[in-house]
């Protein structure tokens, strides 16, 4: 069964570095999301992604963030200059429409020190 | 601004017991609800997903139903295993918006 794989699994990065986290969807997804948990917080919605623009972003997504899909099967999240809040767990989620399930890779956590 | 609610926050039950979930929200203007279950250090696996306009889903031991008027979502787990174990969420999409909504969750224990 086609999955969403996450790539790395865990990144440590030192404050005011710059991170990439890779996505790879599931070939036949149209729409592209991250979200991020905090430990012990909830999942939240960071941006949604579709026909190459963005659709929707939150609050948290502010210009020190960006996404792209370079090259039709890569998704990737962007911290220009990492603070120490932005540790947690980076999740990419995909679908093939908006009235299907999304479906979630396993996460890359992040640790800014 | 949705809010989603999920009571309770833990719970501990024996082996092969049923179970209630419950996860509510504030507004009603939804698309859909899924029900997710992520153990420790993972990601998110989808179990049920429930459109606006469906009172409720199955799969295997599992059973979600919503009532979206009332702002209600249940996930029913019949004769809990131990492979139960682990966090489940609810996340509504909102009608209006590209995103899903989470709420905190409910950790779920099922002792041997």
């Known amino acids: 069964e086609p999955e969403v794989t996450q790539t790395p699994s865990h990144q440590v990065t030192q404050m005011g570095q710059e991170v990439i986290l890779r996505c790879v969807p599931i070939s036949n997804h149209l729409y592209f999301y991250w979200y991020r948990q905090i430990l012990g917080q909830k999942v939240e919605f960071l941006v949604s992604?579709?026909?190459?623009?963005?659709?929707?972003k939150s609050e948290i997504f502010d210009d020190q963030f960006s996404v792209e899909r370079p090259d039709g099967s890569n998704f990737t999240l962007k911290i220009r200059s990492t603070k120490l809040e932005d540790s947690a767990m980076y999740f990419c989620?995909?679908?093939?429409?908006?009235?299907?399930?999304?479906?979630f890779g396993p996460g890359t956590r992040l640790t800014v020190l | 601004k949705q809010e989603v609610t999920q009571i309770p926050a833990a719970l501990s039950v024996p082996e092969g017991e049923n179970l209630v979930l419950n996860c509510s929200f504030t507004d009603s203007a939804i698309y859909n609800l899924q029900w997710f279950r992520q153990d420790p250090g993972k990601g998110l696996t989808s179990l049920l997903l429930i459109q606006s306009s469906q009172r409720e889903q199955t799969s295997g031991r599992l059973n979600a139903s919503l009532d979206k008027s009332s702002g209600r979502s249940t996930l029913y787990i019949a004769a809990s295993q131990p492979g139960d174990s682990a966090t489940y969420l609810c996340?509504?999409?909102?009608?209006?918006?590209?995103?899903?909504?989470f709420g905190s969750g409910t950790r779920l224990l099922v002792r041997p």
């Open positions: 996340a509504v999409w909102m009608d209006s918006s590209y995103k899903l909504i």
């Open positions: 989620a995909g679908q093939g429409s908006l009235t299907d399930t999304q479906y």
């Open positions: 992604f579709y026909n190459n623009e963005i659709s929707e």
